[in-house]
């Protein structure tokens, strides 16, 4: 089974500290993406890596950046946390279209 | 614009009830459709992909199925357990990125 884990399952920040959430999958996928998913928005695509060293801004990347060093490891960076980027942060990978998802980081910024 | 739209946004059904959540898609070329399951806090949980106008899957009391338009996913006599957000979500050609819709809250009473 594929398993995806992602650091915390929930943090508390304040505003203008900067964020990591890291993302680790054991099944050799090629593709790694981050969302943050809020109510009755649904899931948006903040950025995705198809490979090491190698990132695509997804629908909404302002306010974020990412890191790929290794293949199983991608991580989200939050530079300087708002209040506007208190959501839920799901992780995912995939090896071709079928995405599969990590436990999700609930973060609160106060 | 690539878009996903799901229907309802929310079903209440009493235990052995069956129905059907929608799914439509406008996309400029679709390569998949795909279902999730989400549980209250967790990430989704992948449940079936289709791929094209015609096809179904199926397991255990859930049924999936496409046409050029939309796609169902029937539920059976279904049970409390069932309860659930139901993701739909599809991938297009050249690209592995997914195109989610809102979701539909499912929630099944004894």
Same mark, same amino acid.
Not at chain 1, 42 to 60: A, N, T
Not at chain 2, 7 to 20: H, N, T, Y
Not at chain 2, 37 to 64: C, H, I, N, V, W
């Given at each position: 089974?594929? @398993?995806?884990t992602?650091?915390?399952? $929930?943090? &508390?920040? =304040?505003?203008?500290?900067?964020? #990591?959430?890291?993302?680790?999958?054991?099944?050799?996928?090629?593709?790694?993406?981050?969302?943050?998913?809020?109510?009755?928005l649904?899931?948006?695509?903040?950025?995705?890596?198809?490979?090491?060293?190698?990132?695509? @801004?997804?629908?909404?990347?302002?306010? $974020?950046? &990412?890191? =790929?060093?290794?293949?199983?490891? #991608?991580?989200?960076?939050?530079?300087?946390?708002?209040?506007?980027?208190?959501?839920?942060?799901?992780?995912?990978?995939?090896?071709?279209?079928?995405?599969?998802?990590g436990?999700?980081?609930?973060?609160?910024?106060? | 614009?690539?878009?996903?739209?799901?229907?309802?946004?929310?079903?209440?059904?009493?235990?052995?009830?069956?129905?059907?959540?929608?799914?439509?898609?406008?996309?400029?070329?679709?390569?998949?459709?795909?279902?999730?399951?989400?549980d209250?806090?967790?990430?989704?949980?992948?449940?079936f992909?289709?791929?094209?106008?015609?096809?179904?899957k199926e397991?255990?009391?859930?049924?999936?199925?496409?046409?050029?338009?939309?796609?169902?996913?029937?539920?059976?006599?279904?049970?409390?357990e069932?309860?659930a957000?139901?993701?739909?979500?599809?991938?297009?050609?050249n690209?592995?990125?997914?195109?989610?819709?809102?979701?539909?809250?499912?929630?099944?009473?004894?």
């Amino acid at each position: 089974d594929v @398993k995806v884990t992602q650091s915390s399952r $929930y943090l &508390v920040k =304040r505003t203008g500290e900067k964020v #990591f959430l890291e993302c680790v999958q054991d099944m050799d996928h090629e593709n790694m993406f981050w969302y943050r998913q809020d109510p009755g928005l649904g899931l948006r695509l903040i950025y995705f890596s198809y490979d090491v060293k190698m990132k695509e @801004k997804g629908d909404i990347p302002e306010g $974020y950046s &990412v890191s =790929r060093e290794k293949k199983e490891r #991608f991580s989200l960076i939050l530079e300087s946390a708002s209040t506007n980027q208190t959501s839920m942060y799901l992780c995912a990978s995939s090896l071709s279209t079928e995405q599969f998802f990590g436990p999700g980081t609930r973060l609160t910024v106060l | 614009e690539d878009q996903v739209t799901q229907s309802p946004e929310a079903l209440r059904l009493q235990e052995g009830e069956s129905s059907s959540l929608n799914c439509s898609y406008t996309v400029s070329g679709l390569r998949g459709l795909f279902w999730y399951r989400q549980d209250p806090g967790k990430g989704p949980e992948f449940l079936f992909t289709l791929y094209s106008a015609g096809e179904e899957k199926e397991k255990e009391r859930l049924k999936a199925t496409l046409t050029k338009k939309e796609s169902f996913l029937h539920i059976t006599a279904p049970k409390p357990e069932d309860s659930a957000t139901y993701l739909c979500a599809s991938s297009l050609f050249n690209t592995d990125k997914l195109i989610f819709g809102t979701g539909t809250r499912l929630q099944v009473f004894p």
